[in-house]
């Protein structure tokens, strides 16, 4: 079974410093890898994703995901943050095993990043 | 704005009850999925529907059901709501291909008392 780990419950970081969110999966076949992202009392923003190419994924407001395969991780990063970044930020993992549309995403727990003035 | 409507956007019952939650997906998205979210679950998918075909079942009780309509629009379900219910419930659709990322509502915040 596919699955999602974000090991940290919450990532802090000064305002201007680089920012990591971490993320480690687990499929039986190819990954198809999501970055999405929550504001408060909001649905869901899809952010950036990995199918299959260049390690390095570039996404909206900045952001870019860095894949490794040998590490099995895709973890998100921005050079510089900023304080509207602060958010609930997800993982996902599209299951793409089965056939006829059948597309099981598995979400992880998320990470509140808290991006400080 | 994500083209995903949700309703209602929040609703109060008292246990024991059925409620109805409503998702119309992103105009040409044939795929529709439903999420849970509570505090100390994070975000569990529920189920998901393909042009009207259930497709993928997730932590869905038994209490719970949903179907999508020959429009694409969908409606899920709950009955003898217990106060364990209470959650942020989110409707998101996906064009369906590999690369097609799904697109959220805001969803539905059920408080059961």
């Known amino acids: 079974a596919q699955s999602v780990a974000q090991p940290e419950d919450q990532v802090n970081v000064a305002e201007g410093n680089p920012l990591t969110v971490k993320c480690t999966y687990s499929v039986s076949g190819n990954p198809y890898l999501f970055w999405y992202v929550q504001y408060p009392n909001r649905g869901l923003q899809f952010l950036l994703k990995?199918?299959?190419?260049?390690?390095l994924v570039k996404g909206s407001y900045g952001f870019e995901a860095e894949f490794n395969k040998s590490q099995t991780s895709f973890h998100l990063k921005k050079p510089s943050a900023l304080v509207s970044d602060s958010a609930l930020y997800f993982c996902?993992?599209?299951?793409?095993?089965?056939?006829?549309?059948?597309?099981?995403?598995?979400f992880g727990i998320g990470t509140k990043l808290q991006v400080i003035p | 704005d994500s083209g995903v409507t949700q309703t209602p956007k929040h609703l109060i019952t008292a246990t024991g009850q059925r409620v109805t939650l409503r998702c119309s997906p992103r105009s040409g998205d044939l795929s529709v999925y439903w999420y849970q979210q509570s505090l100390d679950q994070g975000l569990q998918f529920l189920i998901q529907y393909y042009n009207g075909e259930e497709r993928a079942k997730g932590n869905i009780l038994e209490r719970f059901s949903a179907q999508q309509f020959p429009d694409l629009h969908s409606e899920l379900n709950l009955s003898s709501l217990e106060l364990g219910d209470s959650a942020l419930y989110f409707c998101?659709?996906?064009?369906?291909?590999?690369?097609?990322?799904?697109?959220f509502g805001n969803g539905t915040r059920l408080t059961v008392t």
């Open positions: 998101a659709s996906s064009g369906g291909g590999v690369n097609s990322p799904l697109h």
């Open positions: 990995y199918i299959t190419g260049d390690n």
């Open positions: 996902a993992v599209r299951d793409m095993t089965g056939s006829g549309g059948y597309q099981k995403v598995t």
